[in-house]
């Protein structure tokens, strides 16, 4: 059974930094894209970043470009979010995803950054 496991999340300071880490299992992801997205308490589940399969080609939402900076390894299977200057904005659930149509989702992993 694919699964995707997050960590890395905490509390955090505003200007700190967080590397938040996906480990899927099950199955090979190699081939797919994967997926940063987070929600906020009270809001829709948003966007963060992505990255192509053979890690060629990312994309950021504009409030995280910059800041934020995917990448991964196949070889070990996992993705990375590398979080910098956090804002308390950054707050949120964070989730990574996998496939064509983002397919597989993890459970989460709670970012919380202090003003």
């Known amino acids: 059974q694919a699964q995707l496991v997050e960590s890395g999340g905490g509390l955090v300071q505003a200007g700190g930094s967080l590397r938040l880490s996906c480990a899927a299992s099950?199955?090979?992801?190699?081939?797919?894209?994967m997926g940063w997205f987070r929600q906020a308490p009270g809001k829709e589940r948003e966007f963060v970043a992505a990255?192509?399969?053979?890690?060629?080609?990312?994309a950021y939402a504009d409030s995280v470009k910059g800041r934020f900076t995917i990448s991964r390894d196949n070889a070990k299977n996992t993705v990375y979010l590398q979080m910098n200057s956090l804002k308390p904005e950054d707050t949120a659930v964070y989730y990574c995803?996998?496939?064509?149509?983002?397919?597989?989702w993890g459970q989460g992993t709670q970012v919380t950054v202090s003003s």
């Open positions: 995803a996998a496939g064509p149509g983002y397919d597989y």
């Open positions: 099950g199955r090979t992801f190699s081939s797919y894209r």
């Open positions: 990255i192509s399969w053979s890690a060629d080609s990312t």
